[in-house]
């Protein structure tokens, strides 16, 4: 595809489906607590306060409780150790006393004594009774008292070590032990001695206490602990809540008195009582406050004076200007009866009449919407065919650049409520600035909508947009590059002015950038206007992965939509050389559309179709040429531009009180 086929493609892209809608998580889901909890956490300084304080003072308690509970557990088991230990020494020292004295030569008599004196030793202590456990060391000769037990948890209790320590000393040793009864593990004392029975035999006799009661005091003092340390959280929380509640509301109320402030209401002013620092913060906010709102008084004021006088000189030039223009028309239409120095004059004046025009249109539609006069005419109108009537305005524009324009729309309509002559403005102002700044590369223009919006995005690949220029693209008089020329004859008031029709409508018009990948501008509208916006059918970046160059040649290859596209050339040619015939005979056809794109013109009340100022910098240059050669400006004839047919000819000049073009197949839903 060449530039000198330089138009408005037309072909099928699929309509971009709707983003899905956030998935909401039931109610008796955990993580939808969980991001309540984290939501509140960020957004409440009260609740984070008391939570830290809380967590602290918990950590405080803790630590707390764990040195108390052990120093309380240390003192308890050695106290109970060493009133169990003497009582357990003296009762079995005493046995062998009592076996010594009391022992004969007879079984029956042996055994007899050495169970009453096991009865007795369990009844002893301070209300402890011990187990017994009454066992034989050696394996070897005759056994005149058997082995015994009171307990089998007190015998099974006993350790290898305890009873190695009693077969070898001679003294009274004891150990810790765990006791396992009805399942449960109780802790223990265990003391053993070595005895001596007839017939001079070795005996190993183990008091075994069970200090369950001692276990059971040190838990009523855990419980006792846990349940204080919960009360005292419960009122420090409380403390920490009423206490950051008045120290953190002058500070909410100077933030919802900042967001009055926000919305307009400049007479809001915070309450101030006392002398502390919070009432400092208060007094000096409301200084704030009062200067922010005197000065905004006065800006609004200056703001004021000057929309008046904008609106004031525009109204007062547009008389004069009118006088002007058809003294220009005049000259310019005598202009072959000139010299070339002359004939010049009257073109660049002719030209820069127009753009003074051009200009002085923006400065009121710009007066009309500071003013807040703006109006919205809005229909149901078909937002295809509106795009298509603005590439056709700029079509001789991207000729001259050298820029091919592609409009890529689904087919069926997109139906949208809207003003299509300011929907018509913004896309020409989007398709002439991407011509502007396209250095001659491919642009595309995006046509898509979904059940909630309608979108139209703008890409070119020139020199492209930093995050700086996106925050600025759309304030007035602003340019990129102050030494850069217009070429397109703009006011630097398109954009603005296009912001403000996109305001108007409860839309979107949004740029993206990258230096050197070129830009995007996207216009998004609600289907109905009023409706709010949520999302885009198009998204705000490149669309199309790869380079224009290789969506072209994919384009290419694509049998079934590109041989329609070289028909439409072909008749375009066909139609442009018979338009040229007709030219030369009577003179241009007024409203002649090229053939890619007939049945787009505007409806009835549309804005017309405005032609190029390219022509005029072209001039510009001759005429300055002219007055450098001295064999032009002795009198030879500057040379006249070949008439342009085709496809990508200017149009036919209007003025904004021409008629418009004769509708075509626009349907108004």
Request: charged share 25%; glycine share 8%; proline share 7%.
């Given at each position: ?132 456990v009454l066992r034989v060391m050696d394996g ?172 004031d000189v525009s109204h007062e030039l547009r ?351």
């Amino acid at each position: 595809m060449s530039a000198a086929s330089s138009g408005a493609l037309e072909r099928y892209v699929p309509p971009v489906a709707a983003p899905p809608r956030a998935y909401k998580r039931p109610w008796w889901d955990p993580r939808r607590w969980f991001g309540w909890a984290v939501q509140r956490w960020r957004r409440s300084m009260q609740l984070r306060t008391v939570a830290i304080t809380v967590v602290l003072c918990a950590l405080a308690e803790i630590i707390t409780g764990a040195l108390l509970s052990a120093r309380i557990a240390d003192g308890l088991f050695k106290e109970r150790v060493s009133q169990v230990k003497e009582e357990a020494a003296a009762s079995l020292r005493g046995a062998q006393t009592t076996f010594d004295a009391g022992m004969g030569g007879n079984i029956s008599a042996t055994r007899t004594l050495v169970g009453d004196q096991l009865k007795a030793m369990r009844g002893d202590g301070s209300g402890m009774q011990p187990d017994t456990v009454l066992r034989v060391m050696d394996g070897e000769g005759r056994q005149w008292v058997p082995n015994s037990a009171s307990s089998e948890a007190a015998d099974a209790a006993l350790t290898p070590a305890l009873r190695e320590a009693v077969a070898t000393g001679n003294d009274v040793h004891w150990q810790s032990v765990t006791l396992r009864i009805d399942g449960r593990n109780e802790p223990g004392l265990a003391f053993g001695y070595r005895v001596e029975l007839p017939p001079q035999r070795n005996y190993g006799l183990y008091l075994v206490y069970n200090l369950s009661q001692v276990q059971n005091s040190l838990n009523l003092i855990h419980g006792v602990l846990l349940l204080g340390g919960s009360l005292l959280l419960v009122v420090i929380g409380a403390i920490a809540w009423y206490v950051s509640r008045r120290a953190l509301q002058p500070v909410a109320e100077a933030a919802a008195t900042a967001e009055q402030l926000a919305r307009g209401a400049l007479d809001e002013r915070m309450h101030v009582e006392g002398q502390d620092e919070v009432a400092r913060l208060g007094r000096s906010f409301n200084r704030m406050a009062d200067s922010l709102a005197a000065q905004i008084v006065q800006l609004e004021t200056l703001s004021q004076m000057q929309q008046r006088f904008v609106s004031d000189v525009s109204h007062e030039l547009r008389t004069p200007l009118t006088t002007v223009r058809m003294a220009a028309e005049v000259l310019h239409d005598a202009r072959d009866d000139f010299d070339p120095i002359n004939r010049r004059s009257a073109e660049l004046l002719y030209d820069q009449v127009e753009r003074f025009q051009t200009l002085l249109n923006d400065l009121l539609e710009i007066s009309r919407f500071d003013a807040g006069a703006a109006v919205l005419d809005a229909g149901e109108w078909d937002l295809i065919p509106v795009v298509k009537r603005a590439i056709e305005t700029a079509i001789p524009h991207a000729q001259a650049a050298g820029s091919i324009l592609e409009l890529i729309a689904p087919d069926t309509p997109v139906v949208v409520e809207m003003d299509p002559r300011r929907v018509e403005r913004v896309v020409r102002n989007l398709v002439m600035n991407a011509v502007e700044h396209g250095e001659g590369r491919p642009i595309e223009v995006r046509v898509a909508g979904d059940d909630a919006a309608a979108a139209v995005a703008v890409r070119d690949h020139g020199i492209g947009l930093s995050p700086l220029d996106v925050a600025r693209v759309f304030d007035r008089f602003w340019r990129k590059d102050a030494a850069r020329a217009r070429t397109t004859g703009g006011s630097g008031l398109g954009l603005s002015i296009s912001m403000q029709d996109a305001r108007l409508h409860g839309g979107w018009l949004q740029a993206w950038g990258e230096p050197g990948e070129g830009s995007i501008f996207r216009l998004t509208l609600p289907r109905e206007v009023g409706q709010r916006l949520t999302a885009s059918p198009l998204p705000l970046a490149d669309p199309v992965p790869g380079t224009a160059a290789e969506a072209e040649a994919v384009d290419a290859d694509d049998t079934e939509w590109f041989p329609r596209v070289a028909e439409v050339f072909q008749e375009a040619e066909v139609v442009g050389e018979s338009q040229a015939e007709e030219a030369d005979e009577t003179g241009p056809v007024p409203g002649t559309l090229p053939p890619g794109l007939a049945g787009a013109s505007a409806p009835t009340g549309a804005m017309p179709i405005v032609s190029a100022e390219a022509a005029a910098h072209e001039r510009e240059a001759e005429y300055d040429a002219a007055h450098a050669d001295p064999a032009r400006a002795a009198g030879a004839p500057a040379p006249e531009p070949a008439p342009s047919t085709g496809p990508g000819a200017a149009q036919p000049r209007h003025s904004a009180h021409d008629p418009a073009p004769e509708p075509g197949h626009q349907e108004k839903a």
